[in-house]
């Protein structure tokens, strides 16, 4: 079994930054690609961020130039830093990862809760 346990969010002002982390527990041999997504009320999630196991970094739109994705293999982190936040960034930020629990064993997916990013104006 594997956990993705999320910490960091909260509350910021317009302008401010906010660091997300997501932490894999359990059987984790090796984290393929990570992704941090995002859902407000009413909304679909989307994806905010991946960073595949080379490193290789994708963002959406609204992400770019402002967000950063990285991950430590070595701690099974995977990290979103966030700054210049919006109003419009409220949102709950979940963590998403490939992870392959034993070597030669296909990846699974996993998700972290989510935590909750609000940016007041």
């Known amino acids: 079994q594997v956990y993705l346990v999320q910490s960091g969010g909260g509350l910021v002002q317009a302008g401010g930054s906010l660091k997300l982390s997501c932490a894999a527990y359990?059987?984790?041999?090796?984290?393929?690609?990570a992704r941090w997504y995002r859902q407000d009320p009413g909304n679909q999630r989307e994806l905010v961020a991946k960073v595949t196991s080379g490193g290789r970094t994708e963002y959406g739109d609204f992400a770019e130039g402002r967000f950063t994705i990285s991950r430590d293999n070595a701690k099974k982190t995977v990290t979103l830093q966030m700054n210049s936040l919006k109003p419009e960034d409220t949102a709950i930020y979940y963590c998403?990862?490939?992870?392959?629990?034993?070597?030669?064993?296909?990846?699974?997916?996993?998700w972290g809760r989510g935590t909750q990013v609000t940016v007041s104006s």
């Open positions: 998403n990862a490939e992870v392959v629990e034993y070597r030669g064993l296909p990846p699974a997916e996993y």
């Open positions: 359990g059987d984790v041999f090796s984290i393929n690609t």
